[in-house]
């Protein structure tokens, strides 16, 4: 009879330990589970921010490109005005000229 007492008592103790495992690892496995919803998140996140950050380059290469296809068109209304300011100045001094040699 003691040995039946002793080995379920062993059962009921082997029991309360597996009982005890258990919970550990549902512990665990719902701490892992948390991180990976946090890792998912993350990485969501930082893909979100890729692709903003892949948009904002994609602007502002159109940006350049359309200031690089505006320079010739810039250049040339500066040597326009350029030559617009050297003939005023040459006017300006044939005027003088002629108003000194009256």
Request: proline fraction near 1%; charge should be positive; hydrophobic fraction near 30%.
């Amino acid at each position: 009879m003691r040995k039946l007492l002793y080995c379920v008592d062993r059962v009921l103790e082997s029991d309360l330990v597996l009982e005890t495992q258990m919970e550990t690892v549902n512990l665990e496995l719902k701490r892992a589970r948390t991180l990976a919803n946090k890792w998912e998140i993350e990485a969501r996140a930082a893909e979100r921010h890729c692709k903003d950050q892949e948009s904002r380059n994609h602007l502002a290469e159109n940006e350049i490109e359309r200031d690089k296809a505006e320079i010739p068109r810039l250049w040339k209304r500066l040597e326009k005005e350029s030559d617009d300011f050297k003939t005023h100045k040459r006017d300006r001094k044939k005027g003088r000229k002629r108003l000194m040699n009256i």
